[in-house]
Nanobody, 121 residues
């Protein structure tokens, strides 16, 4: 059993900051990419940021320069520091990770339950 649990969402005014955290636990052999996704009402889920085990990062254009993703491999955690938040960042944010539970190099996608981020104007 693998669980991803997010925390840190909430309501913030435009221009403010939030830090999301995600902890992966359970029967984990290794974790490949970890990432943050978001889904706004009426829209498809989109990849916001992703980080490799060695720290290589990817950001969607709309958050570059404002969001920073990081991970702690020893703790199986991933973080998303969100600065200069805008109303259009309002969404449910999900943590996702590619996890190998057996040790054969087969990675499956796991998701957290999501945390709401609301940015008021």
């Amino acid at each position: 059993q693998v669980q991803l649990v997010e925390s840190g969402g909430g309501l913030v005014q435009a221009g403010g900051s939030l830090r999301l955290s995600c902890a992966a636990s359970g029967s984990i052999f290794s974790i490949n990419h970890m990432g943050w996704y978001r889904q706004a009402p009426g829209k498809q889920r989109e990849l916001v940021a992703r980080v490799s085990p060695r720290g290589s990062t990817y950001y969607v254009d709309s958050v570059k320069g404002r969001f920073t993703i990081s991970r702690d491999n020893a703790k199986n955690m991933v973080y998303l520091q969100m600065n200069s938040l805008k109303p259009e960042d309002t969404a449910v944010y999900y943590c996702g990770a590619d996890i190998d539970v057996i040790g054969r190099g087969d990675y499956d996608n796991y998701w957290g339950q999501g945390t709401q981020v609301t940015v008021s104007s």
